[in-house]
């Protein structure tokens, strides 16, 4: 050993061998060329560290050249690399890394010396040779080991990861050492090393192959690695500007691009650095011609590195997007392409591009046609097929916009097709659009302030001022007369007359028409004949003879009565000539723009080039009103369809609806406050995502104001609000509350300053209009939800201001007055102790019963929603309000005599001759009669809530505290006994408590059922006089009482049950027979709450209900579904056959009513298999002869309801339940019905099967094209995607229906069939024969029982027809005094009770 290192020695200092860089790590130790470098001495892993002493004392005193003589000795270390210790590779790493750093700091004075010899030249550029490769191989080692090790310390299920041995923390630092030394050392030009300054491939490829193996860790992108990652990208742009490594980084970028996603950013980084800081704009060329090569069908390949590629250029585009330009042509091929990420990446760069380089107005002429061209092509891939590109492009444009880079000119045009884009499939898109419509009315050059109408009239005056200055300013130019003109063409077009005419009667005059008409027309429609007459005097002007004259023909047949056409009645060649001369010479219009454009006079330089320029500036503003008004129109038509997206099925794009509306609020665009008030109620929306969004945006647009004062900002808070609040619906308002209750009681430093702005509007101290004067009570109403004191230390004031003696002149405020006081009720928050009530003799009351005893004997038209809050107030706020509201109706009902008896004595001192006179009379007293009737309803109806609600929530109130308070006597003795029998006692308790409800329960039902309406309560008064006028419509057929009769009578029934069942036929007889539509529309409201409160006694009664959806009124059907729709999904009512009614409406042709059946039978449809339930019966109820309903509707409706139909064996039962309704099926129609039906199904392989199992049921009907057509439908969607074998089996069905749909199903049973289906009869009775006994017992059994599907297949069956019994035909006339009761359904119409309906428990009834 010690003589191999005494000969080494002598060969280093006479140096004559070379170092080449290996290929291989063990092409060293192989016998080399002449004068080649071998490794000869490989010491054992046990002696490495006695070596590597020797190496580092070596260093110390022989400094870098020591490598000369040890590079045996770090060259084992890659020998021995997986055993020795990483201790070992660690400090031979360390090593290696100072001999790196002292040839960079000894190499400079070398090569700056021309008086070196080549020995020592050789010396040292075998030592860079030896220790950069000696470096980069032992630094890919450690990599690799560090890479593996994370795999192994990876964190497991459990989430914990083991620890990491210290070694590897450290190679973190070890490896920006490593990097920094190979950057140091070929920063100088040690190229100069080399003979004839050419570096070797291999030395370069040493250095670059270790930079991408260090690239291949997976967390090189992350932030913790950017030195690393700075660092590899600095040495390989040296390697690429002076080791010519061009060509093989970007070969080298492509490869790992393909192979490691991760590396997309790092590379855009290293790419814009290399063409940057290094200036090799190179690379970027042959690294997109490469991309740019790739073909179509490779990128379309999974794993061909086309995600990788996409982020690439995206991210490269918005580094350095100027460098792309000259290469841009490369890319645009992948637009063709088929991989839409490979378009997507390719439109981001146009982005980039337009945002960043091709922007702003002093562009060249070549720049601004590149821009164009982008611009083309963003557009068109605005309607890619692929739903990512169309969202992507939308977002780049947004990128354009907020960045005001899109040209004027084009801003019409993309917003159009962003408005388009909102009704696109897919949710993503639609987002894009969405967000792209807010940026161009955040960024809009426009003054989007006004509305369309205003801008139309600013347009049409700016457009008749600019007119005149064109007149005035070529007044004076030389006109050329209209007559002298016609001398001229008359000769010409005398003979294209003669012509026209001569070839009017040929048979090929209507070809040569056709072929003209776009000549004739130039695309414009015609409108009137003022138009047509314009348009042929401008073919006159330009020469288009025949044009002229074939349109003058025309137009006479078009507008007979026209004045400039009647001449033409007799068609000769005199009469059109005259007509034609009329209309050229004629034409004051024609003939002053025909002045305008010859050349003016000559006029005084400076006036002339002042009214030019005033011209010219005119221009400029009619072009940008009419850009604007364009624009404005836009805007509208974009908020009329976001607004109308608030309530999608989908978060993100009502989050994204919520804020565009606030967007255009914010910008106080017209008709922006329509999206604010109509998102209001998704406060109550049950998604918290949405509640939230619209809560922030109301936050952002009402409760921050903007101000430099306490005082503006509530001034400016409370005018919004206002604002929003006028002409707003009471389901807007209840909205607001939720809005408004949370800022106030959120502790807003505002709080007392906005009440204070409240108080002087409503008090008068403000002047403000009676609108704002509301609005600003109903706001402190809102207030006192979140804090009583806010109203009841001001209950005075709100009495004093709208109930005082003017009450009478505004029941509106008064109304709203009355609501604000009830929101200090216990009703609105939730009280343990005793109920907030005050006292009958407040002036509240007092001043309430005043108002409405005064104002029910006149004739107010806001009395009644006054009355019906005063009444609710009165019940939640008074003691004893029972009391109350009986002395009310006792005054109320004087009142009403005393007026009668007055009229009556009037109309005995009047003459006969006033007979007009005493009917409006009798109309007063109708109409007051009809309110105190209303009256006595309401009273009637919270009479009884307040006995459920307030009676019996203080009845369990006082039960609890005595029951508290016999605890506490009981002392701790009962304590512990308690604790002995802890069980028992509890059981004993529950009973007890149960039982005390159920006796409270009771004692409530029995005073409503007996108490209510006794002979002493003056509420039993009322009730035979409602009965008779309800009863009695030809009698009694002024509107509005019997409105209130009818009304005031349901409200009678809700007392009790007795009271309801006697009623309830005459309340559907009102219902069914009621001429007046509001009835009907009230009945059915109220006989819903009726089925809610007695289900058992409404329930015969359901097919009345249903009855009302085929209304012929449009209101009477809307309140119809509401009402079954809320009492269907509540499950108050079983869903049975007679919603077949309600899918009828869903071709209802009011788009409102359609939408509540839609709501209807989605919300049915989260119900388990509600719909696929009910589906049979409809389809049977539908198809029926009878009902005549057309074919469309049926398949609109259809295709509806099979569209929740999803699971595969409700679709499998359902083919088989279909195919065998052809069996009953009488008519073609319900054959074509079904087969419609069958294919809306989404028919799956079980399905199929189960179709091709029952071909006996619809075989014989395939001769039908209405049955055939279908079908094979179905085949053609289940061809779809579907594998080889399945795909056959889908073939043959279709062959086997073809041939029976054209031979006749007796020409294609076959002997070939029938042999066919012998072989499957006996492949059938193999397999079982095959089965255990058991199994071929049951199979048997089997076949002797029908199956589930055809014994539940009674639905199906058309019904017969029945007769129906006909019904007395009733006229409400005042002649039916003697037979009134006729009105009413007799006793055999009348339903009996089939199905009782289980009621809740009273005590569950009187806690809800």
């Not at 026209?562 to 009329?582: I, K």
């Not at 503003?621 to 008004?629: C, D, F, K, N």
Request: hydrophobic share 40%.
């Amino acid at each position: 050993m010690d003589d191999i290192a005494v000969n080494r020695t002598a060969n280093i200092k006479g140096m004559s061998w070379d170092f080449f860089v290996p290929v291989c790590v063990g092409d060293l130790l192989k016998t080399g060329g002449i004068n080649q470098y071998v490794v000869q001495d490989v010491v054992s892993p046990k002696q490495l560290p006695s070596h590597l002493n020797r190496f580092k004392t070596a260093l110390r005193s022989q400094g870098p050249l020591c490598i000369l003589e040890h590079f045996d000795t770090a060259y084992s270390v890659l020998q021995h690399t997986t055993s020795v210790d990483l201790g070992v590779k660690e400090d031979t790493l360390e090593l290696l890394v100072q001999v790196v750093s002292s040839l960079s700091t000894s190499l400079p004075s070398l090569l700056i010396s021309a008086a070196v010899s080549a020995a020592e030249r050789k010396e040292k550029l075998n030592a860079v040779k030896m220790s950069v490769f000696l470096l980069c191989k032992i630094t890919e080692c450690l990599e690799s080991d560090c890479y593996r090790h994370s795999f192994i310390t990876a964190p497991g299920k459990g989430g914990k990861k083991a620890k990491t041995s210290e070694g590897f923390q450290q190679w973190e630092s070890m490896r920006e050492r490593v990097l920094q030394a190979l950057v140091q050392l070929l920063q100088l030009d040690i190229r100069s090393l080399w003979n004839l300054s050419l570096v070797e491939e291999e030395f370069t490829s040493c250095v670059t192959c270790c930079c991408y193996k260090l690239l291949e860790n997976p967390t090189i992108s992350h932030v913790k690695t950017k030195p690393t990652r700075d660092g590899i990208i600095h040495l390989l742009g040296l390697l690429i500007k002076k080791y010519n490594h061009l060509l093989g980084a970007s070969l080298k970028v492509i490869q790992l691009l393909q192979h490691f996603e991760q590396l997309s950013s790092v590379f855009a980084q290293a790419v814009s650095v290399w063409s940057t800081e290094y200036g090799v704009r190179a690379i970027i060329g042959e690294v997109i011609r490469e991309i740019g090569q790739k073909s179509t069908e490779e990128l379309a390949r999974e794993g061909s590195g086309v995600k990788a590629f996409s982020s690439f250029l995206s991210e490269l585009s918005a580094l350095v997007p100027e460098l792309l330009i000259p290469n841009i042509s490369v890319l645009i091929t992948h637009l063709e392409g088929e991989s839409h990420t490979m378009r997507v990446a390719v439109c981001e760069v146009l982005g980039d591009i337009l945002v960043r380089v091709l922007c702003g107005d002093g562009l060249e002429e070549s720049s601004k046609a590149d821009r164009d061209r982008f611009f083309d092509t963003l557009q068109e891939h605005l309607h890619d097929t692929h739903s990512h590109v169309r969202s992507r492009v939308l977002q780049v444009y947004t990128r354009i916009v907020n960045s005001k880079a899109l040209p004027l000119c084009r801003y019409s045009e993309v917003m159009g097709l962003a408005i388009d884009r909102l009704i696109d499939k897919s949710i993503n898109v639609v987002k894009s659009a969405i967000q792209l419509l807010a940026a161009f009315i955040a960024h809009n050059p426009y003054s989007c302030k006004l509305s369309s109408t205003d801008l139309e009239k600013t347009l049409e005056k700016e457009t008749t001022k600019l007119r005149e200055m064109k007149a005035k300013l070529y007044g004076s130019a030389p006109v050329i007369k209209a007559s002298e003109l016609w001398a001229a063409m008359e000769p010409e077009l005398r003979v294209t007359v003669g012509t026209e005419l001569e070839c009017l009667g040929d048979s090929q005059k209507d070809q040569q028409e056709k072929e003209e008409e776009a000549d004739v027309d130039e695309g414009k429609e015609i409108e009137d004949g003022r138009a047509t007459a314009v348009m042929i005097a401008q073919y006159l002007r330009v020469n288009k003879y025949r044009n002229a004259v074939r349109l003058c023909i025309k137009a006479h047949s078009r507008f007979p009565e026209s004045g400039m056409f009647s001449s033409l009645s007799t068609l000769t060649q005199e009469t059109l000539m005259d007509t034609l001369a009329l209309l050229f010479k004629g034409s004051d219009e024609d003939t002053s723009e025909k002045s305008q454009n010859l050349p003016p006079t000559p006029q005084k330089g400076e006036d002339k080039e002042a009214e030019d320029a005033e011209l010219k500036k005119q221009e400029r503003l009619v072009q940008y009103l009419r850009e604007t008004e364009t624009f404005a129109l836009q805007v509208e038509r974009a908020i009329s369809v976001i607004n109308s997206m608030l309530y999608r099925k989908t978060t993100s794009v009502v989050q994204e609806a919520v804020e565009f509306c606030v967007t255009v609020c914010e910008f106080s665009v017209a008709n922006s406050l329509s999206g604010v008030r109509k998102m209001l109620p998704l406060v109550w929306s049950t998604d918290t995502a949405i509640k939230d969004a619209v809560v922030q945006a109301y936050r952002r647009l009402y409760l921050n104001p903007q101000g430099d004062t306490n005082r503006m900002k509530a001034q400016t808070l409370v005018d919004s609000l206002s604002e929003l609040m006028i002409d707003a619906s009471l389901g807007t308002i209840q909205c607001l509350e939720e809005i408004v209750q949370e800022f106030f009681g959120s502790g807003n430093s505002l709080q007392s300053t906005v009440v204070q702005v409240l108080w002087g509007r409503f008090t008068g101290k403000t002047e403000t209009s009676v609108l704002y004067k509301r609005a600003a009570v109903l706001l402190l109403g809102m207030a006192a939800r979140a804090e009583r004191e806010v109203v009841l230390s001001n209950l005075d004031t709100l009495c004093s201001v709208a109930l005082g003696e003017k009450v009478t002149e505004d029941f509106l405020l008064a109304r709203d007055t009355v609501i604000t006081i009830c929101n200090i009720t216990d009703h609105v928050r939730q009280s343990r102790g005793a109920p907030f009530r005050l006292p009958q003799e407040h002036q509240l009351f007092t001043r309430l019963t005043h108002a409405i005893a005064e104002g029910a004997v006149m004739e107010y038209p806001h009395w009644e929603s006054f009355m019906e809050q005063a009444v609710r107030l009165t019940y939640l706020l008074a003691e004893s309000p029972d009391q109350l509201c009986s002395r009310l109706l006792q005054r109320t009902a004087r009142l009403l005599l005393d007026k009668i008896a007055e009229g009556s004595e009037v109309n005995k001192d009047v003459a006969q001759t006033q007979d007009g006179s005493q009917e409006s009379n009798e109309q007063v007293n109708c109409v007051c009669l009809a309110q105190l009737l209303a009256l006595c309803g309401r009273v009637a109806f919270w009479q009884v809530s307040h006995l459920e609600r307030s009676v019996s929530s203080e009845l369990r109130r006082r039960r609890g505290e005595t029951e508290q308070r016999e605890e506490k006597e009981k002392g701790p003795s009962s304590k512990a006994k308690l604790t002995a029998n802890e069980s028992t006692m509890e059981e004993e308790l529950g009973l007890v408590g149960a039982s005390a409800e159920d006796t409270e329960a009771e004692l409530i039902r029995k005073i409503c059922e007996t108490e209510l309406l006794a002979e002493e309560n003056l509420l039993s008064a009322f009730l035979p006089l409602l009965v008779k006028i309800c009863s009695s419509p030809g009698h009694y057929s002024h509107p509005q009482l019997t409105t209130a009769a009818c009304l005031a009578l349901s409200q009678y029934m809700m007392i009790s049950p007795s009271v309801c069942q006697e009623n309830a036929r005459l309340m559907f007889t009102v219902l069914e027979r009621s001429a007046l539509p509001v009835v009907r529309a009230n009945a059915i409201i109220a006989l819903g709450d009726l089925t809610v409160r007695f289900p058992n006694i409404l329930e015969p009664w359901t097919q009345n209900l249903y009855a009302r959806l085929s209304d012929e009124v449009s209101s009477v059907r809307q309140m119809a579904v509401t009402v079954l729709t809320q009492l269907v999904l509540k499950d108050v009512l079983k869903v049975k056959g007679q919603v077949s009614e309600v899918a009828v409406l869903l071709i209802d042709p009011e788009p409102h009513i359609t939408s509540l059946a839609l709501n209807f039978f989605n919300e049915l449809a989260s119900k388990d298999n509600a719909i696929y339930n009910l589906l049979p019966d409809i389809i049977s109820r539908l198809s029926d002869p009878e009902r005549g309903m057309s074919s469309e509707d049926f398949n609109t409706i259809m295709k509806q309801l099979f569209s929740y139909i999803t699971k595969e064996r409700q679709t499998e039962s359902l083919v088989e339940k279909l195919c065998q309704r052809f069996r009953t099926a009488r008519t073609e129609r319900q054959w074509c019905d079904l087969a419609i039906s069958l294919s809306l199904l989404s028919m799956c392989e079980r399905g199929f099967k189960r179709l091709q199992e029952c071909w006996e049921c619809y075989s014989d009907k395939l001769t039908e094209p209405g049955v055939y057509q279908p079908l094979v439908a179905i085949t053609t969607k289940l061809r779809r995607g579907a594998k080889l074998q399945f795909k056959s089996q889908v073939d043959d069905f279709e062959k086997r229906l073809t041939a029976v749909h054209t031979r006749g199903l007796e020409n294609v049973e076959s002997p070939e069939m029938d042999e066919e289906n012998q072989k499957e009869g006996q492949a059938t009775h193999e397999s079982v024969a095959g089965m255990p006994a058991r199994a071929r017992a049951k199979s048997k059994r089997g076949q002797s029982k029908p199956s589930v599907s055809s014994r539940s297949d009674d639905s199906f069956v058309t019904p017969q027809k029945t007769r129906k019994s006909k019904k007395p035909v009733i006229t409400f006339s005042s002649d039916e005094e003697e037979a009134e009761e006729d009105a009413v359904l007799t006793e055999s119409e009348t339903p009996k009770v089939t199905t009782p309906i289980a009621r809740t428990s009273r005590r569950a009834r009187l806690r809800n």
